[in-house]
């Protein structure tokens, strides 16, 4: 009897290689979304101080659009990147101090993100 040329894959190999890749590209996303926050700061705040930029809002403040835009990104990068890692965790099955680790931290990384979004929804919408 002749091997099997093609080996069908398990549906959890699947599962885990699409929650990796949603987590990585979550990570990326957050990572710019955290480099536009910090240039809008940076680049907004010294407009300010040279007068060019003279907004009717509070610069960086809770009625900033751009500023919570961005934060309502970051927020929903980070609950993506979170819940995947999360999930992966947990479909690894692995009982260790490692495994426990990545959980809670990946949970209270979750939550966190979720305030973020929940704050900067209520005032968008």
Not at 66 to 75: E, H, R, Y
Not at 105 to 118: D, Q, W
């Amino acid at each position: 009897m002749q091997p099997l040329l093609y080996q069908p894959k398990r549906k959890a190999n699947i599962f885990e290689e699409t929650l990796f890749r949603i987590h990585r590209s979550a990570t990326y996303g957050a990572g710019l979304a955290f480099c536009g926050f910090f240039g809008y700061l940076i680049c907004g705040y010294i407009a300010l101080i040279q007068g060019v930029f003279s907004p009717v809002y509070r610069f960086a403040s809770m009625r900033d659009p751009v500023f919570l835009a961005i934060s309502l990104a970051i927020g929903l990068f980070l609950a993506v990147s979170t819940g995947s890692l999360v999930s992966l965790a947990l479909l690894t099955e692995g009982d260790s101090v490692n495994n426990g680790f990545v959980i809670v931290i990946g949970m209270a990384g979750f939550g966190l993100s979720l305030g973020v979004i929940r704050i900067s929804m209520g005032v968008l919408i």
